[in-house]
């Protein structure tokens, strides 16, 4: 078994694994296990990413359990290290029994989606599978951009939805750390808009029963805490620029009655989630040799986000400091 196992501590429990109907040379062992969301049981499986030697046992699960949804959160190759086979086509390839080929791709920041079609030897009615291969969480560590997650959130439920299927695949490299966190989110923002309240604990907890240390790192439990903040607080403000016309319309309209106010509360929401980060460490902006240099004292940078002059010195030594930060 240990072929197929990239990461040995991410070894699914037997209780919740994915079984293999008909593979001869690992008695139907993938690394992979179903993990439920809000009130849907099994709605994921969560899996390692592909091996060289496993690339057909993926397609098989994903004919298997009828999957239409492939979410994939890490690159082929991080820091120099292969973190996933690439088990998908450029055009057609041939995997054991099944036949992929790639009908379309589609790349927007940070994101590539595929279209394939997956056909099984012998069978007459050909598949369609979409893949969502997110390009910016870096391997132990969190996404610079959570609204960017949320909308993959958001897109990956639709689809689930508009072609309902079997579970949703989600992978990694272990498939633990990202993939968790990824699962975790779902789930509470689920449980969040249902009852108006999160448990990210028992959330975590309880996927940890499914699959051994979901949720990685403690920058990947904090995160969600910062995810769910901004989800469930502002909600979605994605416009498609086809409705944006009709979108500034219902706003105005919204204003000049004064009823449900869209405008007033997003702009309120927005407040009051910036407030959080005004609670960011701002040592450096407050050094008293600093304090001249800031034209407001309430307007400072924060330290994680603050350029910092390398040319010039403070008086003590320290680099030089400017009232200035990074922006995406």
């Known amino acids: 078994r240990k072929s197929t196992n990239s990461h040995l501590p991410s070894l699914s429990d ?3 694994r994915v079984v293999l109907q008909s593979s001869d040379a690992s008695n139907g062992y993938i690394n992979a296990s179903y993990v439920d969301s809000y009130r849907s049981p099994r709605f994921f499986i969560a899996a390692q990413g592909p091996l060289p030697g496993t690339v057909v046992d993926f397609w098989q699960m994903v004919w298997q359990e009828k999957i239409s949804v492939i979410v994939m959160l890490t690159g082929l190759v991080e820091q120099n290290k292969t973190k996933c086979e690439q088990y998908w ?6 995997y054991g029994d099944f036949t992929v080929t790639l009908n379309n791709t589609r790349t927007t920041t940070g994101l590539v989606t595929r279209i394939f079609c997956l056909q099984k030897a012998g069978c007459a009615l050909p598949r369609a599978v979409e893949q969502f291969h997110y390009l910016l969480w870096p391997d132990h560590r969190v996404p ?18 508009e072609v309902p299927a079997g579970p949703v695949l989600v992978h990694c490299s272990a498939g633990i750390g990202r993939t968790g966190t990824f699962i975790a989110l779902d789930f509470l923002l689920k449980m969040g ?3 108006g309240k999160v448990d990210v604990f028992h959330c975590v907890q309880r996927l940890r029963e499914q ?24 909600g979605s403000t994605r416009v498609p620029v086809e409705s944006i016309a009709s979108h500034v319309r219902c706003l105005q309209e919204a204003e000049t009655s004064r009823h449900n106010n869209a405008l007033e509360k997003e702009f309120k929401a927005l407040q009051n989630f910036s407030e959080l980060f ?8 407050e050094k008293p040799n600093n304090q001249p240099k800031n034209r407001k004292p309430g307007i400072l940078p924060a330290d994680s986000c603050r350029p910092i002059l390398t040319s010039s010195l403070n008086a003590d030594g320290s680099p030089g400091y400017i009232n200035a930060v990074f922006a995406n």
Request: hydrophobic share 40%; proline share 5%.
């Open 14 to 16: 037997d209780h919740c």
């Open 89 to 94: 086509p450029e055009q057609e390839e041939v």
């Open 144 to 161: 610079r951009n959570p609204a960017q997650l949320l909308f993959l959130v958001e897109v990956v439920n639709k689809r689930g939805l």
């Open 193 to 195: 808009k249902a009852e």
């Open 211 to 234: 699959r051994v240390s979901m949720v990685q790192t403690k920058e990947q439990y904090t995160f969600l805490y910062e995810v769910l903040l901004e989800g469930l607080l502002c």
């Open 278 to 285: 005004q609670l960011l460490p701002c040592r450096e902006a």
